[in-house]
């Protein structure tokens, strides 16, 4: 079993930044692959970034690509998307996701459906 909780949402203006943190408990957290989704009002969640159980493997959406940096720290239990140079159609709810246990070091999703525990959520918005 594992809790997520996120933490770090806000208001920025556009261009601004954030960083956004999600705190696993349990003492299994690196044996997890971990993601981050989103979903604007009226949207579907959608996939943002994932980050494998070792750190070494990272996926983006296209439209954050060179704006968000996935990263852990296994020690702290912790997983956090930077997020650069922020856009109005940034705005939305984000969740962080962790899918496992999973055998593979390198293994990452960016299925939703995959993934077995979510936290709460954070509000990002991006004014222009």
């Known amino acids: 079993q594992v809790q997520l909780v996120e933490s770090g949402g806000g208001t920025v203006q556009a261009g601004g930044s954030l960083r956004l943190s999600c705190a696993a408990s349990?003492?299994?957290?690196?044996?997890?692959?971990m993601g981050w989704f989103r979903q604007a009002p009226g949207k579907e969640r959608e996939f943002v970034a994932a980050?494998?159980?070792?750190?070494?493997?990272?996926s983006y959406r296209d439209s954050v690509k060179g704006r968000f940096t996935i990263s852990r720290d296994n020690a702290k239990n912790t997983v956090n998307l930077q997020m650069n140079s922020l856009k109005p159609e940034d705005t939305a709810v984000y969740y962080c996701?962790?899918?496992?246990?999973?055998?593979?070091?390198?293994?990452?999703?960016?299925?939703?459906?995959?993934?077995?525990?979510w936290g709460q959520g954070t509000q990002v918005t991006v004014s222009s």
């Open positions: 349990g003492r299994s957290f690196s044996s997890y692959a």
């Open positions: 980050i494998s159980r070792s750190g070494g493997i990272t």
């Open positions: 996701a962790a899918d496992g246990p999973v055998y593979g070091v390198y293994y990452l999703t960016r299925n939703d459906r995959e993934y077995d525990y």
